[in-house]
T-cell receptor, first 110, second 115 residues
Framework: QKEVEQNSGPLSVPEGAIASLNCTYSDRGSQSFFWYRQYSGKSPELIMFIYSNGDKEDGRFTAQLNKASQYVSLLIRDSQPSDSATYLCAGTDSWGKLQFGAGTQVVVTP | DVKVTQSSRYLVKRTGEKVFLECVQDMDHENMFWYRQDPGLGLRLIYFSYDVKMKEKGDIPEGYSVSREKKERFSLILESASTNQTSMYLC??????????????FGSGTRLTVV
């Protein structure tokens, strides 16, 4: 059983709209959560992390965490073609290692 | 910014060769990791290390070994390369702190093709 689950997509989003990505996790001990963006053929880059329930905003990105429901989400406002990428969700395990989801592909259409 | 450098961007090796993938980080991170990434399979952890000369098996260690003789360098070794080890290999490092986790920084990756 995968510990971090994401819809693989592709998630098609019109330019300027909000992209909403969801992630669920099974390890109730997970403390911190991360969103990585990965362009095709490139390595993942960290865009957000969150460890408290609620929302955290950074520019056009908002991460949301609900530990009771065991889900994490990422909102991308005013989506741009440059946001087209695969987004990886990750949560910490009991040893502090990151457990990655398989990623959601986002395609922003002009 | 933390920099994680992988020595090769692309490699082509022959079946049966011994292959060394090198990774160096410049921010004194304690933790280092090796992943492989394949379409549809996501990131899979091969080996990791929490300190010099320490190594721990990840989820798919078979056919691989690692070496960490210095804190900044973590090497992945394919003892006898096989075609099913054709993949993108990603090195990552992270800072260790008891009550905080700041995530991993990844290197740019090595795309290995075994022929």
């Amino acid at each position: 059983q995968k510990e971090v689950e994401q819809n693989s997509g592709p998630l098609s989003v019109p330019e300027g709209a909000i992209a909403s990505l969801n992630c669920t996790y099974s390890d109730r001990g997970s403390q911190s959560f991360f969103w990585y963006r990965q362009y095709s053929g490139k390595s993942p880059e960290l865009i957000m992390f969150i460890y408290s329930n609620g929302d955290k905003e950074d520019g056009r990105f908002t991460a949301q965490l609900n530990k009771a429901s065991q889900y994490v989400s990422l909102l991308i406002r005013d989506s741009q073609p440059s946001d087209s990428a695969t987004y990886l969700c990750a949560g910490t395990d009991s040893w502090g290692k990151l457990q990655f989801g398989a990623g959601t592909q986002v395609v922003v259409t002009p | 910014d933390v920099k994680v450098t992988q020595s090769s961007r692309y490699l082509v090796k022959r079946t049966g060769e011994k292959v060394f993938l090198e990774c160096v980080q410049d921010m004194d991170h304690e933790n280092m990791f090796w992943y492989r990434q394949d379409p549809g399979l996501g990131l899979r952890l091969i080996y990791f290390s929490y300190d010099v000369k320490m190594k721990e098996k990840g989820d798919i260690p078979e056919g691989y070994s690692v070496s960490r003789e210095k804190k900044e360098r973590f090497s992945l070794i394919l003892e006898s390369a096989s075609t099913n080890q054709t993949s993108m290999y990603l090195c990552a490092s992270s800072y260790a702190e008891a009550d905080a986790n700041y995530g991993y920084t990844f290197g740019s990756g090595t795309r290995l093709t075994v022929v």
